[in-house]
């Protein structure tokens, strides 16, 4: 039940972390091919030119934001593992990952597998890259 706890306890925050993600959607960021002709050459004057770079410019920080939520939402999920999922039966798969034998990382090789590699493992490597 303590599980169910965490993520009755986690869910508010979730939900306002997703909703801010995906609020970035609907700010639409510049696009190279606006300014692409027929013969797919790029035709921008220099005004135009110096408008994108701004542009452009401004949506690395959008994009960090982005990430600040994404990585957020990633340790929730980390923290839900790492405290409640039960070590795989199988650990074999994980080493061929090059993952030592009773590492955290061991123990979150586990869950429906996404191109070929457990989530739990996604999970914990997008947190770590999220965070160090």
Partial sequence: MAAQSYLDST???VRHLFD???AYDSIRLPSILDYV???GMVKMTKAE???FLEAYQRSFDLEYARAVLAGSILQVAYLALKKYSP?????SFCSKFGI???SIAEKLCLGRRVHGIPIG???YDGRVQYNH
């Fill in 20 to 22: 801010g993600f995906n």
């Fill in 37 to 39: 002709d027929k013969m």
């Fill in 11 to 13: 869910r508010p925050a």
């Fill in 49 to 51: 030119n110096e408008a």
């Fill in 100 to 102: 030592l034998t009773g």
């Fill in 87 to 91: 070590s795989p039966s199988d650990t």
């Fill in 121 to 123: 493992l996604l999970i």
